[in-house]
């Protein structure tokens, strides 16, 4: 102990006091609560000590006696290189080390071929006292692999990261005999036990995505069912679970895949996109009531302020998101946004059954776009429709459940905003010919003046619905004539044909500017001839059913009216053919493709089918 | 209310908010644009932010903007522009990030135009005319950052989408020449150009254009840095189906333009040289009534070109016009002095533009203009030659400023970087010698003397005593002259044949004298009342001629026998005047006992002239052989002291002889002979005294004593006794000795017979020889 007193402290062991200096400054500065931006300010002052007390010790040339110092501090430099993204900086720092290394055991440096030089590393420094230093850095270099998703790389130097796994986890007891003899070595920033039992969960997710982006679902979940068995942190844990849903999804088990994705959600409540997922499965099969649940528990736990990660101790300089950031990944953890989820909810309400509920869904998005704080921190797009079509589809949802002012409050906004930029006349061409259009911006702007002329019909149409809705026949039947005023001043137009008056047979695909035109003009003529009905003017009345059932021959409201009319009017043979040929094409099945607005109006007078059957029979006696 | 106040430190580019109570919040918001860009010099107020103050960090912020609760910044980061909202709460003064949309950078390659990219981004905030703003800053037309825009104009701009979702829309107009727009509530969004100038965007505002009192701006304004201006209005169908759409009209105004805003129907801007008004309604006028077509906007772009002056200077900063008590459209202006300006521009100066004039107003208009143009011209021209002079006067003023204090500076004449030297010269010009004083003027300052400066030149005879009316005599030269550049020197010759014999030595003082009158005028310095002294004298130094410098040395090739011309007493007057300049350094004085001729003789130490003339003579030539004599004269004749010399003429350099006979300045003839004498007389025959006892007669018998004593002594040191035949030679000190030997014996002997006196009368002269040896 005497001897000790007297003896000059060595470079060596300044060194070390310093490395041991900066960690433990390190592990205060995590214990306390800090912010992401403190947090990183400190990474990049720590980093850049590490890599100063670094560039001293390189100073010297690398003996055997500070070998065992010289790689600890890499290692520690190099995970705050990493760290902090820094992937380039940090492989260099690698190459360094390794020629150092080579340099000391006499060695000739190797090709720059990352697999090789590692290997030929591990053989040399074998049965060393530096083997278990140099493979920290080896796993290093692993992390920077999986974060630069070099999975090859890794796949390639399987055997090696394997046994490096196996030392490391050899070495516990190793370590902690040591500890106990020598109070002055120097120490790790991470604990390269931790950072291998991250990498090696995160690999098996990465690969398993990797391979289920792929389509080869049954060895993706391989991979996932190998990942869940080992100790992960809870959110790798629940990405697994998350991923072997999709593996199930895809081999075309959906409740095994439902099975999965709520493991995921009972592990992690913060995994979203498992709801979203599951969502998918329940529209998949068909299941609208669990859809809509899905819906609605995803939409809130959207709006909850998201809390913030747990902190894992050991492995929160290298979290699983600097790890994990491949783009087949990212692909399955996406989650639209709150808005879109909440536009869907609302529609699926509306279309099925709940229109109260869906009512209030339309509200509350509306609420949301005029509210000026929206929490709205990401700018990724939502697949929202066009305002004035949400505008359109809470028209109709209010005008379905009796709220026809409102309604009408709606339409207005809509036609007040379109009308000045109404175009006089507009050729709709081909939809063959517009998609080879190459000057994308007069044609977008074309687009755009349709689909306003269109936005606009639709919002006089369903005016008309609601004026009809409240019995006054003369307001509605203006408005349908607006309707088609507007609808007038569309031409259509094939290719080396002159613009031309359009008939029903032309429309052969749903979804199309044309078929919507065709459906406006068909409802707005159905509409103005029942007008014309309850005011007795049944001649008229004839005229606009018929010419609605040639614009749109499925309208199942202008088929039967249009025979009401025949029947009044004393032609009952032909009223019941109406009615037969109708009922005959009554199938409703293409509901949900077409918009909400263009669907045929439930409320407004209506026919009884069963009277309508009724003086049908009456007459095949007669 | 709650006020922003901002710092932007660019060094470190963080944006440092801080909250402060202030009572017009409407004002505040308003004078935050100009507020931040004055705010950035003044880096040195970080200092009293205190860290509780700081309401986010965010690098490189560029601008910002305030809207109704929403904070905007603009910053330039790597190769994007961020757009971020931030949200402010209402009860406390913290921040809450809403969004962040970026658009990338278009690079523009070069550095020159990369620095420009540092600087402020222009940013308003555009409603639709029809949606009321929800807080306490709407109140009909707005400041420049937030406008109203016509609800058409809007919707065919933004969207049917904003329109509806009664958004404000984020107007900026990006350092790379783009304007991108953003709908603040319309989710996800992007940053989307509206159009590109491809120059800086200055300023980006809105204008009622036409309509007045609707609160409604008709059409949006975009100003580029080189003057390129981009009017955007609606564009009404001009056929049954076209549809009405937005026009963007481009002009150009002469650039580089600084700063700018909107009034009603103009834009003002300032070019850094002159403030411009550019009206938007004559434009709007030519295209609503001709449609859109090609014509149309040419005529529309023709219509840009003419921006009116109102010659206002130097404004870098200005603030939207406001109509005052009397109906004067007024514009705050601040100055690159920092100068706040207010300017009135006169009634219906806005309004000029509408009132349509005539074809004969306009032909007068146009000669009235070229009129004052050319006036203005030769103004211009006039002022600029008059400041052109001034500096020139200054710059020569300042010359002379430097040159006095030079000179006054040294006290020691001699050393004066700009002094004189003279040399004396005789010229023969139509059979008559003249003697000269050539003087030069040395100038080894680092100045120029320029023009201005005169040489002043005051001959005097030093002894004016001998005057008999006792007066000083003196004869003043003036030279003036030009341009005197460093290293420079000026030759002046003044004659000095004026002077007669008696005058010498002659005292030549310098000075220069520089006098306003040359560079002023007498008309301008008239001017002046209160300049008494008009000339500034700085004295150089004083050179002395004296009587050896006026010898006409006779050549001795060319002997010619000089006739004496004067008479017998000036010729001793001559001798006196010698004598009594050269007093001070004679050692004895003689008067010669002829009577015809006067002569003069001045016993120096041989010794002292070998150590002095010799030694310099070797030093320059060390082989020649020199004489004693000869170098004597050499150096009478042509070294003086005080910065005179005497000019040789033709191959008289070297003299040869010890004789020189030359003339004096009042042509009598003098003879100048160097002799070695010792013991006050002169051996002819040296060889036949030493060796055969041959004395001369004229001796006295002491001489002769002497002379025999001195022989013996030599005698016994070379032939006899001690070195003959020996390899070294005799040497004089063996010899003095001996003498002096000899002499203490006879002092005794003299004494023992108490012949005191005849001691002195044989042996003074060795005495005194010794003594100087």
């Given at each position: 102990m005497a001897h000790k007193l007297y003896k000059p402290v060595s470079l060596l062991d300044t060194w070390i006091q310093e490395n041991n200096n900066l960690v433990n400054k390190w592990k205060q500065q995590e214990g306390g609560m800090n912010t992401w931006n403190q947090d990183q300010s400190n990474l990049k002052c720590l980093s850049s000590e590490f890599h100063k007390l670094l560039m001293k010790i390189q100073g010297v040339p690398l003996l055997a006696d500070h070998a065992q110092l010289e790689l600890t501090v890499m290692y520690n430099a190099c995970v705050y290189s990493v760290a902090l993204s820094q992937f380039s900086e940090a492989e260099l720092l690698f190459a360094q080390a390794t020629e150092r290394v080579l340099q000391m055991r006499g060695e000739k440096p190797v090709t720059s071929d990352p697999p090789v030089f590692w290997r030929k590393i591990m053989k040399s420094l074998k049965d060393t006292d530096l083997n278990a230093s140099i493979h920290w850095l080896l796993c290093l270099q692993w992390a920077v692999w999986l974060a630069t998703c070099r999975l090859k790389m890794i796949l390639e130097l399987q055997e090696e990261l394997s046994s490096a796994l196996d030392l490391l986890c050899t070495e516990v007891c190793d370590d902690r005999r040591r500890k106990g003899k020598s109070p002055d070595t120097p120490l790790l920033v991470l604990d390269p036990r931790r950072l291998v039992e991250l990498l090696r969960v995160c690999t098996l997710i990465a690969h398993g995505a990797e391979?289920?982006?792929?389509?080869?679902?049954?060895?993706?979940?391989?991979?996932?069912?190998?990942?869940?068995?080992?100790?992960?942190?809870?959110?790798?844990?629940?990405?697994?679970?998350?991923?072997?849903?999709?593996?199930?999804?895809?081999?075309?088990?959906?409740?095994?895949?439902?099975?999965?994705?709520?493991?995921?959600?009972?592990?992690?409540?913060?995994?979203?996109?498992?709801?979203?997922?599951?969502?998918?499965?329940?529209?998949?099969?068909?299941?609208?009531?669990?859809?809509?649940?899905?819906?609605?528990?995803?939409?809130?736990?959207?709006?909850?302020?998201?809390?913030?990660?747990?902190?894992?101790?050991?492995?929160?300089?290298?979290?699983?998101?600097?790890?994990?950031?491949?783009?087949?990944?990212?692909?399955?953890?996406?989650?639209?946004?709150?808005?879109?989820?909440?536009?869907?909810?609302?529609?699926?309400?509306?279309?099925?059954?709940?229109?109260?509920?869906?009512?209030?869904?339309?509200l509350d998005l509306l609420a949301v776009l005029h509210s000026e704080d929206q929490h709205q921190v990401s700018s990724k797009a939502p697949h929202l429709p066009r305002l004035p079509e949400l505008y359109l589809e809470a028209g109709a949802a209010l005008l379905m459940v009796q709220r026809p002012d409102d309604c009408i409050t709606l339409c207005e906004e809509v036609i007040n905003t379109t009308q000045d930029l109404l175009p006089e006349r507009v050729v709709l061409e081909e939809p063959e010919q517009k998609g080879e259009a190459i000057n994308g911006d007069v044609c977008a702007e074309h687009e755009d003046k349709v689909e306003m002329l269109l936005w606009s019909g639709a919002a006089y149409l369903l005016q008309g619905h609601c004026h009809t809705h409240l019995k006054d026949w003369k307001q509605a039947m203006t408005h349908y004539t607006r309707c088609m005023n507007l609808l007038m001043k569309v031409r259509f137009k094939k290719i080396g044909c002159q613009p031309q008056i359009l008939s029903a047979d032309m429309v052969d695909e749903q979804g199309t500017d044309l078929c919507v035109l065709q459906r406006l003009k068909g409802l707005s003529l159905c509409g103005r001839g029942i007008c014309f009905i309850q005011t007795d003017q049944l001649r008229e009345a004839l005229r606009d059913l018929q010419l609605s059932l040639q614009a749109f021959p499925e309208c199942v409201g202008a088929g039967l009216w249009c025979g009401e009319v025949l029947w009044r009017l004393g032609r009952r043979q032909e009223a019941a053919a109406c009615w037969e040929k109708t009922w005959s094409f009554t199938t409703q099945s293409t509901a949900e493709n077409i918009r909400l607005y263009l669907q045929e109006p439930q409320t407004g007078p209506l026919l009884d089918s069963i009277e309508l059957r009724q003086k049908i029979q009456e007459l095949v006696p007669t | 209310?709650?006020?922003?106040?901002?710092?932007?430190?660019?060094?470190?580019?963080?944006?440092?908010?801080?909250?402060?109570?202030?009572?017009?919040?409407?004002?505040?918001?308003?004078?935050?644009?100009?507020?931040?860009?004055?705010?950035?010099?003044?880096?040195?107020?970080?200092?009293?932010?205190?860290?509780?103050?700081?309401?986010?960090?965010?690098?490189?912020?560029?601008?910002?903007?305030?809207?109704?609760?929403?904070?905007?910044?603009?910053?330039?980061?790597?190769?994007?522009?961020?757009?971020?909202?931030?949200?402010?709460?209402?009860?406390?003064?913290?921040?809450?990030?809403?969004?962040?949309?970026?658009?990338?950078?278009?690079?523009?390659?070069?550095?020159?135009?990369?620095?420009?990219?540092?600087?402020?981004?222009?940013?308003?905030?555009?409603?639709?005319?029809?949606?009321?703003?929800?807080?306490?800053?709407?109140?009909?037309?707005?400041?420049?950052?937030?406008?109203?825009?016509?609800?058409?104009?809007?919707?065919?701009?933004?969207?049917?989408?904003?329109?509806?979702?009664?958004?404000?829309?984020?107007?900026?107009?990006?350092?790379?020449?783009?304007?991108?727009?953003?709908?603040?509530?319309?989710?996800?969004?992007?940053?989307?150009?509206?159009?590109?100038?491809?120059?800086?965007?200055?300023?980006?505002?809105?204008?009622?254009?036409?309509?007045?009192?609707?609160?409604?701006?008709?059409?949006?304004?975009?100003?580029?840095?080189?003057?390129?201006?981009?009017?955007?209005?609606?564009?009404?169908?001009?056929?049954?189906?076209?549809?009405?759409?937005?026009?963007?009209?481009?002009?150009?105004?002469?650039?580089?333009?600084?700063?700018?805003?909107?009034?009603?129907?103009?834009?003002?801007?300032?070019?850094?040289?002159?403030?411009?008004?550019?009206?938007?309604?004559?434009?709007?006028?030519?295209?609503?009534?001709?449609?859109?077509?090609?014509?149309?906007?040419?005529?529309?772009?023709?219509?840009?070109?003419?921006?009116?002056?109102?010659?206002?200077?130097?404004?870098?900063?200005?603030?939207?016009?406001?109509?005052?008590?009397?109906?004067?459209?007024?514009?705050?202006?601040?100055?690159?002095?920092?100068?706040?300006?207010?300017?009135?521009?006169?009634?219906?100066?806005?309004?000029?533009?509408?009132?349509?004039?005539?074809?004969?107003?306009?032909?007068?208009?146009?000669?009235?203009?070229?009129?004052?143009?050319?006036?203005?011209?030769?103004?211009?021209?006039?002022?600029?030659?008059?400041?052109?002079?001034?500096?020139?006067?200054?710059?020569?003023?300042?010359?002379?400023?430097?040159?006095?204090?030079?000179?006054?500076?040294?006290?020691?004449?001699?050393?004066?970087?700009?002094?004189?030297?003279?040399?004396?010269?005789?010229?023969?010009?139509?059979q008559k010698d003249s003697l000269n004083l050539m003087c030069v003027l040395d100038n080894s300052s680092p100045y120029f003397l320029e023009q201005g400066w005169t040489l002043s030149t005051t001959v005097f005879p030093l002894s004016h005593s001998h005057t008999p009316q006792g007066e000083r005599s003196s004869t003043n030269f003036l030279f003036p002259f030009y341009n005197l550049h460093p290293g420079g020197q000026l030759e002046v010759s003044l004659p000095l044949s004026a002077a007669d014999d008696t005058s010498f030595p002659i005292t030549v003082s310098c000075a220069l004298i520089f006098s306003l009158t040359s560079l002023l005028g007498e008309k301008e310095l008239a001017s002046l009342h209160n300049v008494q002294n008009t000339s500034v004298t700085l004295p150089l130094n004083t050179l002395t001629v004296d009587w050896l410098h006026a010898l006409q040395v006779n050549s001795t090739t060319t002997h010619k026998n000089p006739t004496p011309q004067t008479n017998i007493s000036t010729t001793a007057d001559n001798i006196q005047a010698f004598l009594s300049s050269r007093g001070n350094r004679c050692l004895k004085k003689e008067e010669g006992t002829q009577t015809e001729k006067y002569s003069a003789s001045v016993q120096v130490s041989s010794d002292l002239l070998r150590d002095t003339l010799v030694m310099k003579s070797l030093d320059l030539e060390p082989q020649a052989p020199v004489d004693v004599c000869v170098s004597l004269l050499d150096w009478l004749l042509s070294d003086g002291p005080g910065g005179v010399k005497r000019r040789h003429q033709g191959d008289q350099s070297v003299l040869n002889a010890p004789v020189v006979h030359a003339q004096g300045p009042s042509r009598c003839t003098v003879k100048l002979t160097a002799k070695e004498q010792i013991l006050g007389f002169e051996l002819q025959q040296p060889t036949l005294s030493l060796l055969l006892g041959y004395l001369p007669d004229d001796l006295t018998l002491s001489a002769k004593y002497l002379l025999k004593i001195c022989g013996a002594a030599a005698k016994k040191k070379t032939t006899n006794t001690q070195k003959w035949l020996q390899l070294d030679p005799p040497v004089l000190e063996d010899w003095l000795k001996i003498v002096d030997e000899i002499h203490k014996m006879e002092r005794l002997t003299f004494m023992l017979r108490l012949q005191d006196e005849l001691y002195m009368m044989r042996w003074g002269k060795w005495i005194s020889f010794f003594k100087y040896n």
């Open positions: 391979k289920l982006s792929e389509g080869e679902s049954s060895e993706a979940l391989n991979d996932l069912q190998n990942a869940s068995s080992l100790p992960a942190p809870r959110t790798l844990v629940a990405y697994t679970h998350l991923l072997s849903g999709s593996c199930f999804a895809h081999m075309s088990h959906p409740q095994m895949a439902l099975q999965c994705y709520r493991k995921a959600l009972e592990t992690d409540c913060h995994c979203v996109s498992a709801l979203y997922q599951s969502m998918l499965v329940y529209r998949q099969l068909r299941n609208t009531p669990a859809e809509i649940q899905a819906l609605r528990l995803l939409h809130s736990a959207l709006m909850l302020p998201s809390a913030t990660e747990p902190v894992i101790a050991g492995t929160h300089l290298l979290s699983q998101s600097l790890l994990l950031c491949s783009q087949s990944l990212s692909s399955f953890l996406s989650v639209p946004s709150a808005l879109s989820v909440l536009h869907s909810l609302a529609l699926k309400c509306v279309l099925h059954g709940r229109v109260s509920e869906g009512v209030e869904h339309y | 209310h709650k006020c922003l106040v901002i710092l932007c430190y660019m060094d470190e580019p963080e944006l440092l908010c801080l909250t402060s109570t202030s009572a017009h919040s409407d004002t505040d918001h308003c004078l935050l644009s100009p507020f931040l860009s004055m705010v950035v010099s003044l880096e040195s107020y970080i200092g009293w932010i205190s860290g509780e103050s700081l309401a986010f960090r965010e690098e490189g912020v560029l601008s910002m903007l305030v809207t109704d609760s929403v904070l905007m910044t603009l910053s330039h980061r790597d190769n994007t522009w961020l757009l971020t909202v931030y949200k402010m709460t209402k009860q406390s003064s913290s921040f809450e990030m809403l969004r962040s949309c970026s658009v990338p950078l278009v690079s523009a390659g070069s550095a020159k135009e990369n620095r420009s990219l540092e600087r402020r981004p222009a940013l308003i905030c555009v409603r639709s005319g029809d949606t009321p703003s929800t807080s306490s800053l709407s109140s009909g037309f707005l400041s420049d950052r937030h406008v109203h825009l016509e609800p058409l104009l809007f919707k065919l701009l933004f969207g049917v989408d904003a329109a509806l979702a009664k958004s404000p829309v984020i107007l900026c107009g990006l350092p790379d020449g783009r304007l991108c727009f953003l709908p603040l509530h319309l989710p996800g969004t992007q940053l989307r150009v509206l159009h590109s100038l491809e120059q800086p965007v200055v300023f980006v505002g809105a204008s009622v254009a036409v309509e007045t009192g609707s609160g409604r701006a008709l059409c949006l304004v975009a100003v580029g840095e080189h003057g390129r201006v981009v009017v955007i209005k609606t564009c009404k169908a001009a056929s049954e189906g076209g549809s009405s759409h937005a026009g963007f009209t481009e002009g150009c105004v002469p650039g580089p333009v600084v700063w700018a805003c909107v009034g009603q129907q103009c834009l003002y801007f300032s070019t850094g040289s002159d403030l411009l008004t550019l009206n938007l309604s004559e434009e709007s006028d030519g295209t609503e009534s001709r449609g859109w077509d090609k014509e149309a906007s040419s005529k529309a772009a023709a219509g840009l070109q003419s921006p009116t002056s109102l010659n206002v200077c130097r404004l870098i900063a200005l603030t939207g016009p406001t109509h005052n008590a009397t109906g004067d459209v007024e514009l705050l202006g601040l100055s690159v002095r920092g100068q706040l300006q207010r300017i009135t521009l006169p009634v219906g100066k806005e309004d000029s533009g509408l009132s349509k004039s005539t074809p004969m107003q306009v032909s007068r208009s146009v000669r009235d203009l070229v009129s004052a143009i050319g006036d203005v011209c030769e103004r211009a021209s006039v002022l600029k030659s008059a400041i052109k002079f001034k500096n020139q006067l200054l710059q020569h003023l300042n010359q002379v400023l430097n040159i006095s204090c030079l000179l006054m500076g040294w006290t020691n004449s001699e050393e004066k970087p700009i002094r004189c030297h003279a040399m004396t010269s005789w010229s023969r010009l139509l």
